[in-house]
Each structure stands twice: as C-alpha cells, then as structure tokens.
C-alpha cells in the first residue's frame, strides 16, 4: 500500500531564511509525487510536480523540489521564506487518486 | 474559466439529516475525485467518478455515503442520517483526465466545511 510521511508537524522560520519540509513516501513503482500548499479555509494549490526526468523540479512562487529516489524522499525548499508562505503544505503521491502526508504547518516569524 | 466549485462552502446539520454537497468541476472535466480532510490530518481519498460512472469508490464509507456524477449537472456527495464523526472539510477535484501526465493536474476547490451538531 502506497504511503506518505511529512515528519514534522509544525515548521518555524525566520523571514529571509530558507527552508526545507521533508516528504518520505512508500510506493510500488515509480511514483507521481506532488507537493500542495493550503492555506487557511482554502483549497489546495499545486506547488510542483514530478513524473520522471530531471530530479529537481521547480514550482511556482519559488519552490523546488527533489527527488531521491534512493532515499524515498521528494523534500520541498526555498531559499527564502516571505511571510505570505505561512501555510499548510501537503505531499502526495498517486496516478490518479492521490494519497496525501498529514502536512507541515509552516510559521514564518518576522 | 472558473475554477472548480463547490457548494456550500460551509454546512451545518443535525445528528441524523442528511448532508448534500456539490461540486461543479472546472469547464472541460470529466473526472471528479472526493475527499475527506479530518482536524489535523491530509486528505483521504474517497471515490473517484467520470461522468455517469463511478470509477474508485474504495475510500468511501461502505454505509451512509454516496456520491454520483450524473451527465448533466454537478457532483454530489451524500451523507445519509450524518453523525459527529462525519464532521470535515470536503473537497473535490478535477482533471482532464484520469491519469496524471506531464500536462495534466487535478485542480481543487475550496472545499465543503461539514459540522455536525
């Protein structure tokens, strides 16, 4: 059974600091993986994507993303946080339907 | 083009009604996912349906919950005789087309904020 692991919980950051949000999965094949922002009583927005190719990916608002497929990992990162990235980020992995990790709240303190 | 919809945005039923949420997927979509999002935790996949069919329903709830996608109209999700524990946020999603690919993306609504009381 395909699997997400977003290990931390909650995530604090300086503005200006960079930031990594790591993602472990379990999958039979070569998984699709996704990373997804939420913010507060909103839906979720695609961050980037991965399907095979190149293993660092680049996303919208300046994220990028990893892949390892030696590791299981797919971590999110930016190089420098600004305050309107404070949210909810999901990892996910799936052809069609998606399992999701439990998220990352991210906090950017000034 | 208006992204996908999904109404409303925030319900409110009694232990024992039924809840009923739409979802109408962006212009274009023919496939519609379901899921659940409990306190605290990612989403749950629930079904997956193409127009007038229901494609994955594993994640659904075997009593009380079901969904359709008739070939006019919205998706609706149907909670039946609603209890506590069915208080979540629901969303939906679209896609072109049933498998990822390169070019394709499910896109979200805002989701279906559920309670219970």
């Known amino acids: 059974a395909q699997s997400v692991t977003q290990p931390d919980i909650h995530i604090t950051v300086s503005e200006g600091a960079s930031l990594e949000l790591r993602c472990n999965y379990s999958y039979g094949a070569t998984p699709y993986l996704f990373w997804y922002v939420q913010s507060p009583g909103q839906g979720l927005q695609l961050l980037l994507k991965y399907f095979s190719g190149d293993t660092l990916v680049q996303g919208i608002k300046g994220f990028e993303a990893e892949f390892k497929r030696s590791q299981s990992s797919f971590n999110l990162r930016k190089p420098s946080v600004h305050w309107s990235d404070a949210a909810e980020y999901f990892c996910?992995?799936?052809?069609?339907?998606?399992?999701f990790g439990k998220g990352t709240m991210l906090l950017v303190s000034p | 083009n208006a992204g996908v919809m999904q109404n409303p945005r925030h319900l409110v039923r009694r232990r024992g009604q039924e809840a009923r949420l739409r979802c109408s997927p962006m212009?274009?979509?023919?496939?519609v996912y379901w899921y659940r999002q409990l306190p605290e935790e990612g989403l749950k996949f629930m079904v997956y349906?193409?127009?007038?069919?229901?494609?994955?329903e594993s994640g659904m709830p075997k009593e009380r919950f079901s969904a359709e996608f008739p070939k006019e109209g919205p998706s609706i999700l149907r909670i039946q005789q609603v209890v506590r524990g069915d208080s979540a946020a629901y969303f939906c999603a679209s896609s072109s087309e049933g498998d990822r690919t390169e070019n394709t993306e499910a896109f979200f609504g805002q989701g279906t904020r559920l309670t219970v009381v």
């Open positions: 349906l193409q127009k007038e069919n229901i494609i994955d």
């Open positions: 212009k274009g979509h023919s496939h």
């Open positions: 996910a992995v799936g052809y069609s339907t998606l399992t």
